[in-house]
């Protein structure tokens, strides 16, 4: 799996860690407007829709099999994403919005449990203020997209490489793994295509969109906070600016853990999400 570096916001360890341990998804392709896209997918049930972070389209390790396992699980990689090509009509956080809107319109998607991370988290909380008729819940892994004054966020686009990848861990094993794996020619093409969409959606202002807390309360489903207790990314601290204004959530804090809770904490994260969206 790539190895995150500046201008990634999450990243993941070596596919080598997990591949082999869980039954795998199955890879599928749409087409939505002119856009083609790819997702994995696995397990049924209710439908449960993962948004991933910039880092592009995950692993599948111990988290997706944990869900799977109760869900119907889709991953769907955002466009500019991995080996697609960024469409020019995706030019902020509300496009990639209103795509996975259209998206669920023209799937016919209904009772979605959404799930998202960092970027993929704001991509969710954009959607829910826009339209929740679509869905039952709303789980959000450390969000970007909000700032709390006085307390500043990590400027992942101006760290080097290694301090990247360190600051997404509060187990530093985690990192030592992603460090030692070097990334392949046709890998490292990946990384920087994420990179250049990631810095579409989040440079400036950096990965905020300083109108969506005074939105946040059109947000009228059950929403999950889960956020690591040591995340240098995005401080947990964050987790109250979106609590005071969506009216039905509650925060969840992982203890002894960073910005990427499914990875570090996969099965306490998991675990949290299958109880919290399992009995909506």
């Not at 500046?6 to 939505?32: A, L």
């Not at 400036?204 to 995340?231: K, M, Q």
Request: charged share 20%.
């Amino acid at each position: 799996m790539p190895r995150s570096g500046p201008g990634d916001v999450d990243g993941y360890p070596s596919s080598k860690c997990h591949r082999e341990d869980f039954s795998m998804p199955t890879m599928e392709q749409h087409r939505i407007r002119d856009q083609h896209a790819r997702s994995l997918r696995a397990g049924s049930g209710e439908l449960m829709l993962f948004l991933h972070g910039s880092a592009g389209l995950p692993t599948w390790g111990p988290f997706f099999a944990a869900l799977a396992e109760k869900f119907a699980l889709r991953v769907p990689e955002h466009p500019g994403f991995g080996p697609s090509v960024a469409p020019k009509w995706i030019r902020g956080i509300d496009d990639m919005a209103m795509y996975y809107l259209d998206v669920m319109d023209e799937l016919d998607l209904r009772g979605v449990h959404l799930v998202g991370h960092s970027l993929g988290g704001w991509i969710a909380a954009e959607m829910a203020i826009r339209n929740c008729h679509r869905l039952a819940s709303l789980t959000l892994i450390a969000p970007a997209g909000v700032r709390l004054k006085g307390v500043p966020s990590g400027d992942n686009f101006i760290w080097g490489p290694e301090e990247s990848v360190r600051n997404l861990f509060h187990d530093q094993s985690f990192a030592e793994r992603i460090l030692a794996h070097t990334p392949t020619e046709e890998e490292a093409d990946l990384i920087l295509n994420n990179r250049f969409m990631s810095a579409r959606l989040g440079w400036e202002p950096r990965w905020v969109n300083p109108a969506l807390t005074r939105w946040l309360h059109r947000i009228r489903i059950p929403t999950l906070i889960l956020w690591g207790d040591s995340d240098k990314i995005f401080p947990n601290a964050y987790a109250s600016a979106w609590t005071e204004n969506i009216s039905d959530s509650r925060v969840e804090l992982i203890s002894a853990c960073g910005h990427l809770p499914h990875i570090e904490k996969a099965a306490d994260t998991a675990s949290r999400i299958i109880a919290f969206a399992g009995r909506k």
